[in-house]
């Protein structure tokens, strides 16, 4: 049912069953919100999108209430526009004037609320809060002194990542937003995804910097710094520095980061390429067996460590091969770099993630004389963007540096990985080839395309039906795993990746990314894949030839140990 | 299962949230405070995520997190006992038994609690230690007895 009512003296149409604020954003007219978040029941706690509509007594939050036919609304009245000033100064109160030396100064949320609503003085003194920064975690810092309490955190933790590794803690004005018993993010049963970071309006949440480790390696004269990026990081980057998305993004890239002082430039794509081979021989190996599927991928590391955590059941299930950012450290410590004559032990591999959670996997993973790390600094895409603007690269003046090192050659199925379901699509592809000998037909498998958390489709492989399930998002997983843990049989491959709609929307990714960046970001890969020549993993001259020089054939015993983990079997929560 | 979780399971259902908050108390009435483990055992019987459980404790007062002492001191810091002419100064008391409010002196012998109410608003101010209740007390009675404590020897 539609009606006319009246907002700022014009009359709009409105729907019944409608909140105020979804007619507010389709007319245009912006109030400010903390708390609320596009696909979230509305909870009206932050206050601020208060509108006063005429014969209602106080003044109603526009998020959470719905509009009814006589209503008459005021968004920006001098009582409306008070309120909102003594919110957003009692907010400050409180908060710590820090916004110089503060990393997401410019782009907070609070600082620019502070802005619009023309607040010039500090009204209310108070005590600072004087909490610990919990830095025990390798991927996440938490400074509870600059939290709002908006509880956005908290919601996305429960609601889409289905941990709840953080809550309130306390009443009234002692409340605070941690974690049982005071103790770091590293202990409580958080999975370092970094989703948090991504709604975070301040910096009370925000990632474990590794800049000054990499100035520190770039500058070193012993060193040998060479770095690997994922998939997505191009498009990313590109959308930071306003370039356009195109072919020659890659090959700028890649001049700046020679520009800073990387001696060499990898693709992880290319180590995915890797995985897939070896995820696919895994596969087809537990196939013939028929023992233990359905088997889950494991190139992410939040869902390995929940199923490590939460799933002790289903270990079994978790594909043994290592992440594409493992493999590539690996292979580049043990055989790109010492046939260039470097040792291991100089030569230090960073690499750009979209993720938090991956520093957390670098850190564990090390080689056997417990001091070199196969992966030795983690930067996630925004840090990168900070280190390329400190180092004063300038995107309009470099020239495209073609592709160097062989290393960087790599199948668009390995690109694929950036984006839910992709990993799948190009795992499938490897897996048909490798047991009926033909490639596939058609390539692109559509059903495991778009923004959806969960896809799923049936693949025919000569003879045989394969079910397979890609999901994102980890509270979407736990669903799933509890009908495979009550016994469904029915699927064979799932692939899971914690962020929704997977690496795209990382928690690495550039804080205020909407629905349309997401979108391009994945037509960007999507487009690698249609323009690209070798669409299949094991037709990557690069896999084939290390296969050929070092690693014999894929899932074998002797590459068990470099390209294969085995999970851990302690609970540390 | 910890057996005391076990004791409860007849009593409350697994799948149901409002089992939550008396099983808490169970655990505090036999332990004194809660326990992380117990905390754990909790959230693994209800299928409730830890910190969930841990936050919802946090609101309310009755839940502690730390073992008491020997003597628990618990002084009314309701208005009325508050304003009553002979009020205890915490910041005194803090020094006399060696611990901060809420906390618990080294040796565990006292540990201090101030409390909003404890329903004698007519005799304040008022102290409970352990299960005695003290009606006003004045600042020097208070010393008498805290000396007492101290002169006992186990």
Known sequence: ???????NGEQVTAKKGETIKNVLDRIGIKVPTLCNMNGFTPTGSCRLCVVEVDGLQGLVPSCSHQVEEWMK?????????????????LLLARHPDECLYCNRNKNCELQSLAEELDIRERKHQTKRLSIQIDRACSSIERDPAKCILCGRCIRICDE???????????????SRIGTSYNKGLNVSSCVKCGQCIMVCPTAALSERSNIQTVLDALHNPELFPVIQFSPTVPASIAEDFNLKTSKDILNL????LKKMGFRQI????MAADLTIMEEAAEFIDRWNKQSVLPMFTSCCPSWVRYAEEEKRKLLPNLSSTRSPQQMMGRVVKNYITSSAGQKPSSVFVVSV???????????????KDNNTRYVDAVLTTRELVRLIRLMGIDFSCLEPEPNDTAFSLRSSAGKLFGVSGGHLEGLIRTIHYMMTGQEINPIKINDLRGLKTKKETHIKIGKQVLKVMAVSGLANVKSVLD???SGRKDVHIVEVMTCPF???????????SDEKSLKSRMKAIYDVDEEEMIKVAHKNPIITDLYDKFLGHPNSDQNKDLLHQVPITEKTV | MNELIEKMVPRFPVNKKDSLLGMLQEIQKAHGFLTEELIREVAQYLHLPVNKIYGLATFYDQFRFHALGKYHFQICNGTSCHLSESSINIKDLENQLYTKDGGISRDRKFSLESVSCMGSCEQGPVVKINATVFTNVSPDELNRIIRSLKDKTE
Do not use: W, Y
């Open chain 1, 1 to 7: 049912m539609q009606f006319d009512i009246e907002i």
């Open chain 1, 73 to 89: 609304i005021k968004t920006h009245s001098p009582r409306v526009l008070k309120a909102r000033k003594t919110i957003v100064e």
């Open chain 1, 160 to 174: 889409v990542i289905g941990v709840a590794a953080i809550d309130i803690m306390g009443r009234g004005s002692d």
């Open chain 1, 253 to 256: 890239f890649r001049a700046a």
């Open chain 1, 266 to 269: 990898f693709d992880t794509s």
């Open chain 1, 353 to 367: 993630m979209p993720c938090t959670s991956k520093k957390h996997e670098a850190e564990g993973d090390v080689m």
């Open chain 1, 483 to 485: 009908e495979i843990e």
């Open chain 1, 502 to 512: 997977g690496c795209i929307n990382g928690g690495g990714q550039r804080i205020g």
